[in-house]
Nanobody, 116 residues
Framework: QVQLVESGGGLVQPGGSLRLSCAAS????????VGWYRQAPRKERELVAR????????NYADSVKGRFTISRDNAKNTVDLQMNSLKPEDTAVYYC?????????WGQGTQVIVSS
């Protein structure tokens, strides 16, 4: 079955960097777009970045443009999110997502805390 497993979260100081990774299995990875979402306490889940299938071009939320970079490795079935110049407002649980047909699949999430 489709599985998405996030890793790489943690505690980082403002201005620091983290790299999140999403490992996918159970489907033909290279055929589908993958997105990173986040949900902060008392806020709705929002799209952070999304990368299309084979060509690998990404789209970003305005709040992270120029700071975050999404990339994928279709040989390893992974999608990474490089986060630089982190701000306290980036604190959230980050989730990996893909949509196949009418179904939407989510990972369990990884916590990112940006604090001094």
């Amino acid at each position: 079955q489709v599985q998405l497993v996030e890793s790489g979260g943690g505690l980082v100081q403002p201005g620091g960097s983290l790299r999140l990774s999403c490992a996918a299995s159970g489907f033909t990875f290279s055929r589908y777009a993958v997105g990173w979402y986040r949900q902060a306490p008392r806020k709705e889940r929002e799209l952070v970045a999304r990368i299309n299938s084979a060509r690998g071009s990404g789209n970003y939320a305005d709040s992270v443009k120029g700071r975050f970079t999404i990339s994928r490795d279709n040989a390893k079935n992974t999608v990474d999110l490089q986060m630089n110049s982190l701000k306290p407002e980036d604190t959230a649980v980050y989730y990996c997502n893909t949509e196949i047909g009418w179904s939407s699949y989510w990972g369990q999430g990884t916590q990112v805390i940006v604090s001094s």
